[in-house]
C-alpha cells in the first residue's frame, strides 16, 4: 500500500492581510509565476537527493572558494588594498583621464569579473535551496521575528555579498519562506560572517564597529519584520492524500534534477539581466563621485549623499570594512567613514532589484530607504561623539 504522505499548499490568510487583497496583486504574481509546486510530495529519497545537491554546492564554494578569499583578506590585516572603484582589483586599468564611458565601461566589467564566483554560487545555491525547501512542509512560523531569526541564521554562513545573495534570496522566497526571513538573511550574508566581523573589529575602533552591528541589528530585528508584515501573509492548509512510497532511487533522481532544473531558470532568468545592469549603474555612479568627494567638511547633507550612494553601490564581500578602513587612514572624517561603513555592502542596486521584481517594488523602496536612514542616523551620532 502507498503511504499517506501530506500536500501543504499556501493559500493567503485574509486574518493576516493588512491591505485589501487588490493591493498584494504583485505579491501574488510573483509568486505565481514561479512555477514551482509549493508541495510536500517528494519521497524522502528525493529529499536526500536535495540535500545532497544543496550542501555539495555550498561545500565546493566555502572550502574552494569563499572562505579561503575571506581569510587572505584578513591575513592582509592594515596591508589590505584596494586597486578598483568598486571591487578589490581590477581586469582593466580605469584612469580618470579617460573618457567617462569608457571608465564606466571598464568598471562595469571589472565588478562582473570580481562577482563572476559568487554570482554563479548564487544562482546555483538559490536554485537548490528552492529544490530541496519546496519539498518540505513548513517553511515559516507565525512568528514575524522568529522568521527574521531564522533568517539571519540562515544567511550569516552563507558567505556572499549583498549582490550574490539576492538570487539565493529569490530561491528562499520561491520556496515559501517568509519575507522576514528572506530580508534578515540578505542582511546577515554580508554583515554577519565571521571573518568580516573579525576584519571589522582588528581594523576599527571599538564605537566604529558598535555602530555598525547597532544599525545591523536594527536591519534583522526592525526592519525585516517591519517590511516583512507588509508583505502577502500565508497560511499552511494541510490536506493529507496518498501518495506512492516506491519511489526507485532513478524516479527520485530524474524528479530531483528536473526540479532543479526549473529552479534554475526560475533564478537565472531574472537574475543574469539584473547582473548586468548593476554592474552599468554601479559603475557610471562610482564614476561620476569625484575622487576627492570624501574630504569635504562634514555636513548633514554630506552625510546624506554618503549613504544614499553607500546603499545603493553593488560591492563585494568585505569590500565596505576595506574601503571604509583606507578611507579613515587617509583623514576621511569619521562621520562619512561610519556611513559608509554601515550601508556599503549591505544592500545595492542588485539586490533592489533583486527584491522588486521577487518580493515586490514597495518593499525594496522600503529596504533602501531603512538601509540609507540608518546610515545617516551612525552617522550623525558618531559626529556627536566627536
Not at 505565481?32 to 509546486?37: D, H, N, V, Y
Not at 575571506?70 to 582593466?92: C, N, R
Not at 490536506?239 to 519511489?247: L, R, T, Y
Request: glycine share 8%.
Amino acid at each position: 500500500m502507498g503511504t499517506r504522505k501530506v500536500l501543504s499548499i499556501y493559500y493567503p490568510s485574509p486574518q493576516a492581510l493588512p491591505y485589501p487583497p487588490e493591493e498584494m496583486v504583485a505579491t501574488q504574481t510573483a509568486t505565481l509565476e514561479s512555477g514551482i509546486p509549493f508541495a510536500s510530495t517528494s519521497s524522502w529519497k528525493s529529499r536526500i537527493l536535495a540535500v545532497v545537491l544543496l550542501l555539495g554546492i555550498a561545500g565546493y564554494f566555502w572550502a574552494g572558494s569563499r572562505y579561503p578569499a575571506l581569510y587572505k583578506k584578513y591575513s592582509q590585516g592594515t596591508t589590505l588594498k584596494v586597486t578598483g572603484a568598486i571591487t578589490f582589483g581590477t581586469v582593466y586599468a580605469v584612469d580618470h583621464s579617460m573618457p567617462l564611458q569608457q571608465r564606466v565601461w571598464r568598471t562595469a566589467v571589472n565588478w562582473l569579473q570580481a562577482n563572476e564566483i559568487g554570482m554563479t554560487f548564487g544562482f546555483f545555491f538559490g536554485a537548490a535551496a528552492l529544490t530541496f525547501l519546496a519539498m518540505l512542509p513548513r517553511r515559516r512560523t507565525e512568528n514575524r521575528y522568529l522568521n527574521a531569526l531564522i533568517g539571519a541564521a540562515t544567511g550569516a554562513p552563507l558567505g556572499v555579498c549583498a549582490n550574490c545573495v539576492a538570487p539565493i534570496a529569490r530561491g528562499l522566497y520561491a520556496s515559501g519562506m517568509s519575507s522576514e526571513s528572506v530580508l534578515a538573511a540578505m542582511f546577515s550574508s554580508p554583515s554577519l560572517n565571521v571573518i568580516v566581523l573579525a576584519m571589522a573589529f582588528a581594523l576599527f575602533p571599538l564605537p566604529v564597529v558598535g555602530l555598525k552591528m547597532v544599525t545591523v541589528a536594527l536591519l534583522i530585528l526592525v526592519v525585516a519584520p517591519m517590511v516583512g508584515a507588509r508583505q502577502l501573509q500565508t497560511a499552511a492548509v494541510a490536506c493529507p492524500i496518498s501518495i506512492s512510497g516506491s519511489e526507485t532511487w532513478g524516479q527520485a533522481f530524474r524528479s530531483t534534477a528536473w526540479s532543479f532544473l526549473k529552479s534554475f531558470w526560475y533564478v537565472f532568468r531574472i537574475g543574469a539581466p539584473f547582473m548586468v545592469l548593476a554592474a552599468l549603474f554601479g559603475a557610471l555612479i562610482i564614476e561620476l563621485v569625484p575622487q576627492n568627494a570624501l574630504m569635504a567638511h562634514v555636513t548633514l547633507i554630506g552625510i546624506v549623499a554618503v549613504a544614499l550612494i553607500g546603499t545603493f553601490l553593488p560591492v563585494p564581500m568585505a569590500f565596505d570594512v576595506a574601503i571604509a578602513y583606507l578611507a579613515m587612514t587617509r583623514g576621511v572624517p569619521l562621520p562619512y567613514v561610519v556611513t559608509l561603513l554601515c550601508t556599503l555592502g549591505i544592500y545595492s542596486v542588485y539586490s533592489f532589484a533583486m527584491v522588486g521584481k521577487t518580493i515586490s517594488w514597495k518593499a525594496a523602496a522600503a529596504v533602501y530607504g531603512a538601509v540609507a536612514f540608518l546610515g545617516v542616523l551612525a552617522g550623525l551620532t558618531m559626529r556627536l561623539l566627536g
